[in-house]
């Protein structure tokens, strides 16, 4: 079992950046693909931006190509969303995801893929 705790989120300005982080403890994240999804209020759950354990293996929505960037760091079971020039329909509940496979360059935009959740960490963009 892994427990995923987001961190990282808060109340910024249009075009300010922020970094969240997801730590895992529990299990190492070294062999699990990883993705972020975000929930505004009255929507439904949307891909943000996944990477494969390997980090050889990115997706990001159209939505915020350019703007954000997932990495992450093995050896610290953390993985990484630096998001810059943010904007106020960026703002929601972010979440960090977790799917354990043997395929090194594994990455999912479904939310349905994934296997744990971190709690989510809120982010505002105000314009």
């Known amino acids: 079992q892994v427990h995923l705790v987001e961190s990282g989120g808060g109340l910024v300005q249009d075009g300010d950046s922020l970094r969240l982080s997801c730590a895992a403890s529990?299990?190492?994240?070294?062999?699990?693909?990883m993705a972020w999804f975000r929930q505004a209020p009255g929507k439904g759950r949307e891909f943000v931006a996944g990477?494969?354990?390997?980090?050889?293996?990115?997706k990001h929505a159209d939505s915020v190509k350019g703007r954000f960037t997932i990495f992450r760091d093995n050896a610290k079971s953390t993985v990484y969303l630096q998001m810059n020039s943010l904007k106020p329909e960026d703002t929601a509940v972010y979440y960090c995801?977790?799917?354990?496979?043997?395929?090194?360059?594994?990455?999912?935009?479904?939310?349905?893929?994934?296997?744990?959740w971190g709690q989510g960490t809120q982010v505002t963009v105000s314009s």
């Open positions: 995801a977790a799917k354990y496979t043997s395929a090194r360059g594994y990455v999912s935009p479904s939310s349905s893929s994934y296997d744990y």
């Open positions: 529990g299990r190492t994240l070294s062999t699990a693909a």
């Open positions: 990477i494969s354990w390997s980090g050889g293996n990115t």
